[in-house]
Each structure stands twice: as structure tokens, then as C-alpha cells.
């Protein structure tokens, strides 16, 4: 899980990058228009980050699980395999069995997203059996369970408008506004949470 960490801490690294170059462009060119569609990436890049490494995480965990090197869980044993798999998987050795099972896995996640609170509760549990799982999260965060889902939800859901609905006030028929601090405050919110996820799983 230590390589999945790295790639997080690349990805968000790079995502930070784009507040950089809004803070250059905005203090060397003069144009009529702002640039702030690159601190709105920056919120989707790193949001991206955070899916990937949740995605890794649970990807990695359940591989651990089918090998023999981390206790199930009960989510973990409840999950199905069809019989296309199931069959691949009896008497498998190349590729191995833990390779076939990794796709898998692979193949069912992609469906998945994990930037909503309780989805990421959900996906956990296939490999961490804590039953609290936004308040152990929480504490390595030091704030409170409900702060640290209220701002993953409102995280989130900013994205999610900015993606969706690129980011526009259906009221006011214009982009909401943001900043850079309020960007910042994201992306490193969201990058302590997957470090703590990390720490927590591993």
C-alpha cells in the first residue's frame, strides 16, 4: 500500500501545481477574463487522486485477503463471483490465481466511486473490519466524526457541481465563486484524509 500512497502523493502534488500557475498567470498576464477554471481542476484533479488511491486500497487489501495475508471481513465474504471467474480461478496457474482475482477486482471497483462518505464506509468495510470508520479516520485528522464527514460530503459535492454542472448557480446562471484559499483548503483536506486512510488500513 506504500506504492499506492506514492502515486497518491504525486498525483495531488500535481494537482497543486495548477494553483501555482493560476498564481502566475493571474500576476503576469492581462486578460479579460479570470483563470479561475484552474483551481476548479485543481478540486477534480485531487478528488481523482483520492478515488485512485481508495480504489488501490481496497484493491491491494483484497488481494492480501485472497492470499492468505489479512484476515476477511464480512463485506469481503459476502462479495459474489460469477461463474465466468469462478471457473478461471479453479486449477488457475498461469496467470496465477491471485493475478485472475486482481482483475477481477480491477473490473468491479471501476464501477465504483468513493468520494461520498458513506460509499467510502461501504467500500472499507470489503477490507477493514472497524466498525467507526469516519471517527478513526477523524481522529487521526484531529476534528470532530461529523466535521470530517460534513466536509468530505461538501467536498464532494463541490466537484461534483463543478463536473457536472460546470460549477454554474442556477439561480444566479453563473459560475460560483471560489478562491484559492478555499482550493488549498480542499486539496489538503483531502490529502490528509487519504494519508490517514492509509494509516489506518495498512
Known sequence: ML????????????????SG???YLTSTVSVPFPFDDLLRAQIVYTLSAYDKL?????????????????PATD?????????EVHSR?????IPPKEIIFEREVFRKLSFLSFQDPQKLVH????????????SRIAAVLNITTEDART??????????AIVHEADIDF???????????????????????????????N
Open 151 to 160: 466536509k468530505m460530503n461538501l467536498v464532494a459535492t463541490r466537484r461534483n
Open 171 to 201: 439561480l444566479t446562471f453563473s459560475k460560483r465563486p471560489i478562491s484559492r484559499a478555499e482550493c488549498n483548503d480542499i486539496t489538503k483536506f483531502v490529502e490528509d484524509c487519504g494519508n490517514a486512510i492509509v494509516s489506518l488500513v
Open 54 to 70: 481508495v480504489h488501490d486500497v481496497i484493491r491491494i487489501g483484497m488481494v492480501q485477503i485472497f492470499t492468505g495475508r489479512r
Open 3 to 18: 506504492n499506492a500512497k506514492a502515486a497518491f502523493l504525486r498525483n495531488v502534488a500535481d494537482a497543486r501545481n495548477l
Open 89 to 93: 480461478l479453479v486449477g488457475a496457474s
Open 21 to 23: 500557475l493560476y498564481d
Open 75 to 83: 463485506r469481503y465474504l459476502a462479495e459474489t463471483l460469477t461463474m
Open 123 to 134: 467500500g472499507l468495510a470489503l477490507i477493514w473490519p472497524e466498525q467507526q470508520k469516519w
